[in-house]
């Protein structure tokens, strides 16, 4: 599995956008990246996969650069309730999830 | 479906009991995760199941635990006997083949006295 890296936390306000940027230098050609979400006392959730360019739902935005060394999540306009730990996780598709430490994201009124 | 369901939500145990953890995984998947999150070491994976079957079990911690998939719709993981570091917030996930989004279950937050 390829390595990720991302910072530990990160601090917002109400209404600005939030970018959160994950490193994965040793990603393999065939390697998805995908961003799971987890609220406090609650499991994770899956909010956005992509393999390469610019996929975006309701939840969010993923960024990923031609090389594809490393990711953007971004959130519009966050609020309170996006307040939340942010996981990257890079491998094949069908892959075992397994989760680092992840990106605390604290939004602040 | 109403996603993957464990039980109980809470437990508080006395060190030595034996403990079982319950998960019922959305119906129509085949792989089927279970999980341990604490502040010191994050989210580990313990084991996983695939169409029933224990496929990989390199992140139990000890013999003391245990897990179980009699079927496609329940698993069971077992600490006997259970001591206060294993107090921890358990989850169950479950997927579909070649689909990397897992779901996830509400935990059961075990606490070890």
């Known amino acids: 599995l390829a390595k990720t890296t991302q910072p530990i936390s990160m601090d917002s306000y109400e209404g600005q956008e939030v970018n959160i940027t994950c490193s994965h230098n040793?990603?393999?050609?065939?390697?998805?990246i995908t961003w799971y979400q987890q609220f406090p006392s609650q499991g994770p959730r899956f909010i956005i996969q992509?393999?390469?360019t610019k996929v975006t739902n309701e939840v969010a935005s993923l960024f990923i650069p031609a090389d594809r060394k490393s990711s953007t999540l971004s959130l519009p306009r966050v609020s309170l309730s996006d307040t939340a730990v942010y996981y990257c996780?890079?491998?094949?598709?069908?892959?075992?999830?397994?989760f680092g430490r992840g990106t605390s994201l604290i939004v602040h009124p | 479906d109403a996603g993957v369901i464990q039980s109980p939500r809470h437990e508080v145990t006395e060190m030595g009991q034996e403990v079982t953890l319950r998960c019922k995984p959305i119906?129509?998947?085949?792989?089927l995760f279970w999980y341990r999150q604490t502040m010191m070491r994050g989210l580990e994976l313990l084991i996983y199941f695939n169409n029933n079957v224990p496929i990989d079990d390199s992140g139990m911690p000890e013999d003391r635990f245990s897990a179980k998939m009699p079927n496609a719709s329940f698993s069971t993981l077992k600490i006997q006997p259970s001591e206060p570091r294993d107090s921890a917030v358990y989850f169950c996930a479950s997927s579909f083949t070649g689909r990397t989004e897992a779901f996830f279950g509400q935990g059961t937050r075990l606490t070890v006295v």
């Open positions: 992509g393999y390469k």
């Open positions: 119906s129509g998947h085949d792989y």
């Open positions: 996780l890079v491998g094949l598709l069908g892959y075992i999830p397994t």
């Open positions: 040793n990603i393999a050609t065939n390697d998805y």
